[in-house]
């Protein structure tokens, strides 16, 4: 199954936002306009806005509100991206050099702001209000689940409650808003934006559980980055969280005291991923993802038949069958 194949539906379309996208990002600032060139460049899988007009093509007509929604969400998308990667001092996105490897910390976190500001006017240029407060919600979120993620990797005391909390707030709450949005831009019927609302949350938790089980099964090059990269980040995850909890308190606090040390080694790595595996933290994780998937699909049963809710449908299974 192709993230492509499932959003045809909405390909011209998409076509159309990239421009319209690029359109919305001039500026008379020289060094501003070649940043942005320079972001724009490697086009991504343009998730977030695929999901806005699918949602809106289910539950409606798609019209101009929907692509200021879209780009409202990837302005947010891009400078929550921006800026992450200047607090974990990144040196590389989509293949290419952060904005703080080739510029520096203070003009990343200018850009982030611009673009920041950009997606809000948008939605206040347009009387968009629904849109704002929809994104206002999930800024919100996400600051809250990157906080409490930090916060939490100093003890590394995370219970499956602290796992949830953070990635609703990281990962869940802007496909959420994306699909929340899409629903507001051709619907007034709030059964619809809630419905979206929900399938967005719960499809953006299944997303982020899978990406943390590639951090235990994947390889480099499926991934892009090192297998057990979170352990080296000090991130504890679903699947080991589940795994300690199988294991006796001291035993448990072995591994925690391992992690906190930092600078793990390949073979310490090796040895986690397997405690993790053999206590079941993968199957469980991979019975969690699944059971938010069926959560998913069942909130799109009050749409009727159509390709829009196929390929929403599929984009779900998708969250659970991608390998990358």
Same mark, same amino acid.
């Given at each position: 199954m192709k993230l492509?194949?499932?959003?045809?539906?909405?390909?011209?379309?998409l076509l159309e936002f990239n421009k319209y996208f690029k359109s919305t990002l001039k500026t008379d600032v020289a060094l501003l306009n070649l940043i942005i060139r320079y972001l724009t460049r490697k086009q991504g899988k343009q998730v977030r806005p695929a999901l806005v007009f699918l949602s809106?093509?289910?539950?409606?007509?798609?019209? $101009? =509100?929907?692509?200021?929604?879209?780009?409202?969400? @990837? %302005? +947010?998308?891009?400078?929550?991206?921006?800026?992450?990667? /200047?607090?974990?001092?990144?040196?590389?996105?989509?293949?290419?050099?952060?904005?703080n490897k080739q510029w520096n910390?203070?003009?990343?976190?200018?850009?982030?702001?611009?673009?920041?500001?950009?997606?809000?006017?948008?939605?206040?240029?347009?009387?968009?209000?629904?849109?704002?407060?929809?994104? $206002? =919600?999930?800024?919100?979120?996400?600051?809250?689940? @990157? %906080? +409490?993620?930090?916060?939490?990797?100093?003890?590394?005391? /995370?219970?499956?409650e602290d796992y949830f909390k953070i990635i609703k707030g990281k990962t869940a709450s802007l496909l959420s808003s994306c699909c929340e949005i899409g629903a507001y831009a051709a619907s007034d019927d709030t059964s619809h934006h809630e419905a979206m609302r929900n399938y967005g949350e719960y499809v953006g938790i299944a997303f982020q559980i899978?990406?943390?089980?590639?951090?235990?099964?994947?390889?480099?090059?499926?991934?892009?980055?090192?297998?057990?990269?979170?352990?080296?980040?000090?991130?504890?995850?679903l699947p080991l969280v589940y795994a300690m909890n199988k294991k006796t308190p001291d035993e448990a606090k072995a591994i925690i005291k391992t992690i906190k040390k930092g600078n793990l080694k390949s073979d310490k790595i090796k040895d986690i991923i397997k405690m993790t595996i053999a206590e079941?933290?993968?199957d469980y994780s991979n019975d969690v993802a699944m059971s938010y998937v069926s959560k998913a699909k069942q909130q799109l049963d009050i749409f009727p038949d159509s390709e829009a809710k196929q390929s929403l449908m599929d984009f779900a299974d998708y969250v659970l069958l991608r390998d990358n």
């Open positions: 492509n194949d499932i959003i045809k539906p909405v390909s011209k379309e809106a093509m289910l539950c409606g007509n798609l019209n $101009s =509100r929907v692509y200021v929604g879209a780009a409202l969400v @990837e %302005l +947010l998308h891009t400078a929550t991206l921006i800026h992450d990667d /200047v607090v974990d001092e990144a040196d590389e996105r989509r293949g290419i050099a952060s904005i910390n203070k003009i990343a976190v200018l850009v982030g702001d611009f673009l920041l500001s950009k997606g809000l006017l948008s939605a206040i240029d347009g009387d968009e209000f629904a849109f704002l407060k929809i994104s $206002s =919600r999930a800024v919100r979120l996400m600051s809250e689940g @990157e %906080l +409490l993620s930090i916060e939490k990797s100093k003890t590394l005391r /995370v219970s499956e899978r990406d943390d089980i590639f951090d235990f099964t994947a390889s480099r090059f499926d991934i892009g980055k090192p297998v057990g990269n979170d352990l080296k980040e000090k991130k504890i995850t079941g933290g993968i």
